[in-house]
């Protein structure tokens, strides 16, 4: 048998009271049901836990030591109901997230701020992932929810939500050198990283592309391609990388340019510098993927947090040119 948390709670006031009679008391009830549920309680643990004289009731020294563990214990059971309300309402919990790396350098830190700020007994799982890998792991049941990059796979579309949180610009990051030579203005030490002044894509069309894999990201992928297609060009694809500090960390080394979104800025390499693009600027979307059938209360939470940062669509085609070098 188990003891019961009634008998140990009986055990409890009896240690505490030193006395049947005034346990009994404290406990409401008379002294013979006491004594015999202690009596089963030892007899369930198969120890003694008090040592009886006509004059006074101590623990014996296993009763001593096992007395704070029991206490101890029943203070998780108390816990219990807020507990289990706590995770009804979303307070309490554990949520799996992944994002891919465009949501690392503005998007994601706002959004774990504010929704630790508000949700702060919830533990976080984060894994970094392609839109790709974000998926079969949704599918799976892996993860709870994902930062991704549509489009969504057709074939999940009917078990997956999709909400979208932000539209940034590509900015092109570019090594000094090349810079140079589209005609950028830099700072007497070539170190000046960023500059409202826009910057044509003919000014660097000949310089190799570092770009993410068609496969892995192909809605970033045909976004930057179609943006060099609607000024005539065809890039030469240089290098590619999974993941935006290997884009940027390789142009930082004279492989190429890249087309980033604009709030890789944060990213500072040295020999890094990035600009506007003078053409129609093309967005790139970020959002927030979760099972339909599976919403649980954290989950839930966090949508509402991410539902404050959803913005409307801005077509950037519509926004006057500036006159680029």
């Known amino acids: 048998m188990t003891p019961d948390l009634r008998q140990l709670r009986y055990f409890v006031a009896v240690a505490e009271e030193r006395h049947f009679g005034r346990a009994a008391a404290r406990l409401s009830m008379t002294q013979p049901p006491l004594s015999q549920a202690i009596r089963a309680l030892e007899e369930t643990l198969g120890v003694e836990l008090f040592a009886r004289t006509k004059r006074s009731v101590e623990l014996t020294a296993v009763g001593a030591d ?5 206490r101890k214990l029943l203070a998780s059971a108390d816990g219990l109901r807020p507990l289990a309300q706590s995770l009804a309402r979303g307070e309490a919990g ?3 997230l992944a994002f891919v790396s465009t949501a690392d350098y503005g998007l ?12 702060s007994r919830v533990r976080l799982q984060l894994a970094e992932a392609t839109s790709d890998v974000q998926i079969d792991e949704l599918v799976a049941g892996r993860i709870d929810a ?18 979208p949180i932000a539209r940034e610009p ?3 990051a570019m090594p000094t050198g090349i810079a140079r030579e589209a005609g950028c203005r830099l700072d007497s030490r070539h170190q000046a990283d ?3 002044e826009p910057v044509s894509l003919t000014a660097f069309a000949d310089a190799p592309l570092v770009i993410f894999p068609r496969r892995l990201a192909p809605g970033f992928y045909d976004i930057i391609m179609d943006c060099y297609g609607a000024a005539g060009l065809t890039p030469r694809v240089g290098q590619e990388a999974i993941q935006m500090q290997t884009i940027v960390s390789l ?15 944060n990213l500072r390499r040295t020999g890094v510098v990035y600009r506007p693009l003078a053409e129609a600027v093309p967005v790139v979307e970020t959002g927030l993927v979760w099972r339909t059938a599976e919403v649980s209360p954290v989950l839930a939470g966090f949508i509402d947090i991410v539902r404050a940062y959803a913005a409307p669509v801005v077509d950037t085609r519509a926004l006057p040119k500036r006159r680029a070098r």
């Open 66 to 70: 096992l007395l704070p563990e029991v």
């Open 94 to 96: 554990v949520l799996s």
């Open 108 to 119: 994601l830190p706002n959004l774990l701020r504010d929704f630790g700020a508000r949700y």
């Open 146 to 163: 994902g930062l991704v990059i549509p489009p969504l796979p057709p074939q999940h579309a009917a078990q997956l939500s999709y909400l």
């Open 170 to 172: 590509l900015v092109v």
């Open 194 to 196: 960023w500059d409202d």
């Open 251 to 265: 142009v930082s080394a004279g492989m190429g340019v890249a087309l980033v979104p604009q709030s890789l800025r």
